[in-house]
T-cell receptor
């Protein structure tokens, strides 16, 4: 158990809908990262937050947004969903920029 | 873009040592060398990290070249459970944009 909790584990929704994925970081970790992994593809970095502030953005679509709350949990919002958004979404947390990071087990999103 | 170069795939026999190489010729003085692995259908898992000196932990050893332009992850006795994709990543406290970007990694197969 990495200590990073992601909910829900599975999500099935229709095209055009909006979903929210939740991540609780390990206790004491200030940084949260979000990744997308499509079937048999690599990990695509989406966005990073540190202590509530956005720190880095990767290949995140405009339809996607995220935030980190004062209790340090984070949410990734995906809207106007398309079939191609079906993927595993991983959250990771670390104490700071260069310490080890720990990943959750992911949320599997299926858009039908 | 990832700043490391790894072989696409490697094979090992069970119970034998495995040396996974990584080149990072543009490494800066503040970059830590991190290794993660991803088993099938799971989130990435932290393996080891280091700055300049060789490092050992219960999972593996990390050998860092004197000029820090390359490193090698050493699994002392490969098991079937070690079959995974291994990622070598540079992490820095000063380079948020490239801080946690995964490349394609090395797919390790372990033969019984």
């Amino acid at each position: 158990d990495s200590g990073v909790t992601q909910t829900p584990k599975h999500l099935i929704t229709a095209t055009g809908q909006r979903v929210t994925l939740r991540c609780s970081p390990r206790s004491g970790d200030l940084s949260v990262y979000w990744y997308q992994q499509s079937l048999d593809q690599g990990l695509q970095f989406l966005i990073q937050y540190y202590n509530g502030e956005e720190r880095a953005k990767g290949n995140i679509l405009e339809r996607f947004s995220a935030q980190q709350f004062p209790d340090l949990h984070s949410e990734l919002n995906l809207s106007s969903l398309e079939l191609g958004d079906s993927a595993l979404y991983f959250c990771a947390s670390s104490f700071n920029q260069n310490t080890e990071a720990f990943f959750g087990q992911g949320t599997r999103l299926t858009v039908v | 873009d990832a700043k490391t170069t790894q072989p696409n795939s490697m094979e090992s026999n069970e119970e034998e040592p495995v040396h996974l190489p990584c080149n990072h010729s543009t490494i800066s003085g503040t970059d830590y060398i991190h290794w993660y692995r991803q088993l099938p259908s799971q989130g990435p898992e932290y393996v080891i990290h280091g700055l300049t000196s060789n490092v050992n932990n219960r999972m593996a050893s990390l050998a860092i070249a004197e000029d820090r332009k390359s490193s090698t992850l050493i699994l002392h006795r490969a098991t079937l459970r070690d079959a995974a994709v291994y990622y070598c990543i540079l992490r820095s406290g000063f380079n948020y944009g490239q801080n946690f970007v995964f490349g394609p990694g090395t797919r390790l197969s372990v033969l019984p």
